[in-house]
Nanobody, 117 residues
């Protein structure tokens, strides 16, 4: 499975961005897609994920500002980032799992989100 992400960029505090990620290859009907993020020098952290039936999970730090959704027909997951804060600045990685829970199996190349105050 290959993941192609897009939509990052630089914005000011309080603005919004929308990230997209499409999975290519041997995807499964019952899978899970999501996002993690990493600040240089810090540990990568979970942001949100969604399974094929629409069940979502979010990190406490992004509730309720971020919204994850997906289009199963397009094998694409979206992350709407609203009310962005400087602490949201990170490289965001699209992730994919062949199962409904547990660790992710695949990672995308990362897209930078930079929020200035």
């Amino acid at each position: 499975v290959q993941l192609q992400a897009s939509g990052g960029g630089g914005v000011q505090t309080g603005r919004s961005l929308r990230l997209s990620c499409t999975a290519f290859g041997s995807t499964r009907s019952y899978d899970r897609m999501g996002w993690t993020r990493q600040v240089p020098g810090k540990k990568r952290e979970f942001v949100a994920d969604i399974n094929s039936r629409g069940r979502c999970a979010y990190a406490d730090s992004v509730k309720p500002r971020f919204t994850i959704s997906r289009d199963n027909a397009k094998a694409t997951v979206y992350l709407q980032l609203d009310s962005l804060q400087p602490e949201d600045t990170a490289v965001y990685y699209c992730v994919y799992s062949r199962t409904d829970q547990g660790p992710f199996d695949y990672w995308g190349q990362g897209t930078l989100v930079a929020v200035s105050s």
